[in-house]
């Protein structure tokens, strides 16, 4: 018996002329994903990706799981493939449903015609199959509401699918469809996660970690970077630029007022990022922050360090409380590395009253006092990158 799996997509069904692009891009991404398990013909057609197995030695499972991981899908099952008639249907049940209900106690069969000139209409269809399950397993009960298990028979125009249950799949749009952002990645819970949610988005992700060698260590650094090849399970590949804040930390320790310390570190990370933005053709930049979670995040300290970004800022995480972050977090699979009690930059000289009202014009005043030209010239100078990918070969 021949079983495939099949993705379904969302909303991509309400893209117009473009729908042939976004799909051709999904296809693109399962094929480069599915060449760790086996030998697959990918291919969509009727708001569907099918993956087809070309010989026993695939990996299902493994293809299953990585595709729940492709962004673009709804959800993903699996199915055993047969002709369109209702002899072979019904046989295939036979086959098929095997163990797979093992400690089910109550189903139900839904039926979808969409070649409609298969004789039976889906009422008649799921009827006549639904008998088919309760001869083969009296025990089971038939319940149209809360089944523990629902078998769907679809005929479509090539052949006809016998499946039990999907999963859901990881939803939004093709990784790639929407442009490229750079995401501002830190150690923590939340930046990672707006990564991902702006990758859901269809957004390709580049990152980019700002380390303050001898301040923050090696550990802290290698700690980004499994974030970011923890992410690669979604997005496939991540390249992470890193630079070192260490000098201009230091300078503004030496020069300028405490307390406005840590919005003057973060005008200049706005500054960095823009410039690293613009050299890998990114266009917008992307943080984790999350309205008032601490000081740097009230509306006045993102008023102003905004007003020092030429490029849109996205904060996918503003409107969001920690409890659900950390429920992104837990569900993406970033969250057990993210809480690594390693130390951050913005951790480092850290004011004991940070400003939480800070204004433009006085931070201004603040960067008159060094040559902020020079000093982002110097720490972009430190940049240097590391790539982490899904798999060694991925392209
Ligand atoms: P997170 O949980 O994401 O680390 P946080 O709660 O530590 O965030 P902040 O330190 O204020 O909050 O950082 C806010 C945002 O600034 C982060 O979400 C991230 O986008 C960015 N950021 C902070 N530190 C760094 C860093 N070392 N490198 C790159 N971006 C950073
Ligand atoms: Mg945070």
Redesign the pocket.
């Known amino acids: 018996m021949k079983e495939v799996i099949l993705c379904k997509y969302g909303e991509l069904i309400l893209k117009g002329a473009n729908r042939q692009n976004f799909e051709s891009m999904l296809v693109k991404e399962c094929r480069r994903r599915a060449s760790v398990h086996g030998i697959f013909k990918i291919y969509y057609l009727q708001s569907t990706v099918y993956i087809e197995p070309q010989n026993d030695e695939c990996d299902m499972d493994g293809m299953f799981d990585t595709a729940r991981k492709i962004f673009g899908f709804v959800a993903v099952g699996r199915a055993a493939v047969c002709e369109k008639s209702m002899e072979s249907i019904e046989e295939t049940v036979r086959n098929y449903i095997g163990d797979k209900l093992d400690g089910v106690r109550t189903f139900k069969v839904e039926a979808k015609r969409s070649d409609k000139r298969f004789p039976l209409k889906s009422p008649e269809i799921a009827r006549e199959i639904g008998g088919v399950v309760l001869s083969l397993m009296p025990r089971l009960k038939v319940d149209v509401h809360h089944p523990d298990a629902e078998i769907t028979v679809e005929v479509r125009d090539e052949s006809a699918f016998v499946r039990i249950g999907q999963k859901p799949g990881a939803g939004g749009l093709p990784i790639r469809s929407s442009g490229r952002g750079l ?12 990564g991902l949610m702006m990758a859901k988005r269809g957004l390709d992700i580049e ?6 060698f001898p301040y ?1 260590s090696e550990r802290a650094k290698e700690k ?1 970077l499994s974030l970011a090849e923890e992410m690669c399970e979604f997005t496939s590949r991540i390249h992470v630029h890193i630079i070192s ?1 260490t000098h201009i930390q230091e300078v503004l320790r030496d020069t300028c007022d405490e307390d406005s310390f ?1 919005v003057l570190l ?1 005008i200049f ?1 706005m500054k960095l ?1 823009e410039r690293c933005a613009r050299a890998y053709q990114c266009e917008c930049l ?5 309205l008032g ?2 000081a ?2 009230t509306m006045s300290a993102i008023t102003v360090t905004d007003s020092f970004a030429n490029l849109p800022v996205f904060r996918p ?1 503003i409107g969001m409380d920690k409890e659900e ?1 950390v429920r992104e977090a837990r569900k993406y699979g970033t969250f057990d590395t ?1 809480i690594l009690p390693y130390e ?4 480092v000289f850290t004011p004991v009253h940070p400003k939480t009202k800070p204004k433009r014009e006085d931070m201004m005043k603040e960067l008159e006092k060094v040559d902020v030209d020079a000093l982002v010239e110097e720490a972009y100078a430190t940049m240097y990158t590391e790539t982490r990918k899904v798999f060694e070969n991925y392209r």
């Open positions: 995401l501002l990645l830190s150690g923590g819970i939340d930046s990672p996660v707006a990152a980019l970690h700002f380390e303050s923050t980004v804040l840590t973060r990370m990022a992307i943080t984790g922050e999350s979670q601490v740097s995040q995480c972050i993210s951050d930059c913005c951790t």
